[in-house]
């Protein structure tokens, strides 16, 4: 019996080999159903761009359909005609009705009408050419004023695009998330180009506040707000003794208060202490957290693609509304770094999209803590 399938498997599998349409036809087919059946489990994140793969085999097929069912009208003749040159008006209704839509959408793109929901989960779009203009003034605004430092604030959707492209950047730059910090420079070195992003409003604020901030240029972003191109010196602050030794100095000794959006931020500043040189998909994380009245906790990640020594952090909390921030302010610090997950299979060195952190280190004070107590303003 076993004989009998496999003479009759070698038979088929010859008769296949003998017509070149059959061969290309189960091609296609496993082209088009395999990768499908794989991206159907429900372990897989599904993004627009994965389904690329399966092009133009949906059109091919669709190609194929049309002409045999032409081809079959056609044999049949008679009051099958009108339906055969039906079939002809619909495809060419079809093919014009996408060529409208697909120029349409090239039309708005090109002017900025983003639809946003095809951008999903990122909170807003931003096409290439502002950025790479955004970037390319900052760091010709560098190299005019003899600058030797760069820093962009990024967010969730822009953090991905504004890492690579500033590697082909002249100045040395630093990016940062600025969600809830602030990183100005080492006010020996001088001032320096500060490139905001669109809807970065508390690195306004707390430039407004905590800096003296040029403002030179507003770079135009397709379809929304500009950045914002500044040249900043920060306030010179007086040095404590408190630091999380090797990593963070605090200044100016007390807590500051800011009003933003409103809601009221207890905003701390502080020393860089070390440097760490920018590399491929990497950044370097502070996660600092302070105690409020009550037990409530607020915690500030600040994430950097590089960190210079000297330069100055600001790092903010938003304070629940109508709580009471306590006289003293008690401040926790770790430190951890986010790189590739390249994992190794033997001699296979695989290359993915996601990151990994590092073990968080809790920071240590001189004294063998691990808490800085300061006064509130």
Known sequence: MLRSKWQGFRTWWTELRANPSRCGLLLLLTWQIVPLLILSHHAVDLHAQYFLMFMPGPFILIGLFLSKAVEWLK?????????????????????????????????????????????????????????????????????QRHLDRVYVTTDFATQTALRYLAEQMQTPTTLFDASRCLVLPNPADGPAVLLVGPYDGLTNALLNQFATATLVDQPARLGGPPFRLYVVAPVVQTS????????????????????????????TQWSLLHAEQPSLRTTYSYALTTMLTGGQSRQSV???????????????????????????????????????????????????????????????????GDTITFPGS
């Open 302 to 368: 600040c994430t950097f693609s590089a960190i210079r020594a000297g330069d100055q952090l600001l790092a903010a909390f938003n304070l629940p509304k109508g709580g009471e921030t306590s006289a003293m302010v008690a401040l926790k610090a770790q430190s951890f770094t986010t790189v590739p997950n390249n994992p190794f299979y033997g001699p296979f060195h695989l290359e993915t999209d996601r990151d990994h952190n590092t073990a968080k280190v809790t920071l240590q004070t001189v004294d063998g």
């Open 75 to 143: 044999a049949h003749g008679g009051q099958w005609s009108i339906l055969r040159y039906g079939v002809y008006a619909l495809t060419a209704l079809v093919f014009i009705a996408q060529l409208l839509g697909s120029t349409a959408a090239v039309i708005d793109a090109s002017s900025g009408n983003f639809n946003d929901r095809s951008f999903q989960p990122y909170p807003y779009h931003n096409d290439l050419r502002s950025l790479q203009n955004a970037l390319g003034e900052a760091d010709q605004l560098a190299r």
């Open 240 to 267: 404590s003794q408190k630091m999380f030794t090797g990593n963070l100095q605090l200044l100016n000794r007390q807590a500051q208060h800011l009003d933003y959006n409103s809601s009221s931020w207890l905003v």
